[in-house]
């Protein structure tokens, strides 16, 4: 009795996983047939018909971002008072990453010297 009932639990097991691998075999197919594959045979495809007879593209490499030094930005101008001109506040909002030089956030720095 014992023995009929763990033989019947193993079957069952047995059947679910069977049924769960064909269920995982379905899925990774329909992936493949209908979202991989148009996916790369679009990657594939030339993008303008002619392309070829140009010369190659450099491929992008990863910008270094610009220290502040770099850029010109001095480290001793970070207010209104450290500025000259209205260009140089410009400069100094937009490149040096200054946002206190724009405390209203119109885009106008230093509204005194840029009238």
Same mark, same amino acid.
């Given at each position: ?7 019947? *639990?193993?079957? $069952?097991?047995?059947?679910?996983? #069977? ?6 075999? *379905? ?6 047939? =209908? ?5 790369? %045979?679009?990657? %594939?495809?030339?993008?303008? @018909?002619?392309?070829?007879?140009? %010369? ?8 270094? @971002?610009?220290?502040?030094? %770099?850029?010109?930005?001095? @480290? ?7 500025? #000259? ?5 410009? =400069?100094? *909002?937009?490149?040096?990453?200054? @946002? $206190? ?11 005194? *010297?840029?009238?």
């Amino acid at each position: 009795m014992m023995r009929d009932k763990l033989r019947l *639990l193993f079957k $069952r097991l047995f059947m679910a996983l #069977v049924a769960a691998l064909a269920t995982f075999g *379905l899925l990774v197919w329909l992936a493949l047939r =209908f979202w991989a594959t148009p996916l790369l %045979a679009e990657l %594939a495809a030339p993008v303008e @018909p002619g392309l070829e007879d140009h %010369a190659p593209v450099e491929r992008l490499t990863a910008v270094q @971002p610009v220290t502040e030094e %770099a850029a010109g930005c001095s @480290p001793n101008k970070r207010t209104c008072k450290d500025m #000259v001109s209205c260009e140089e506040a410009k =400069f100094y *909002l937009q490149q040096c990453d200054r @946002p $206190r030089l724009d405390r209203d956030k119109d885009g106008v720095p230093c509204e005194k *010297l840029c009238r």
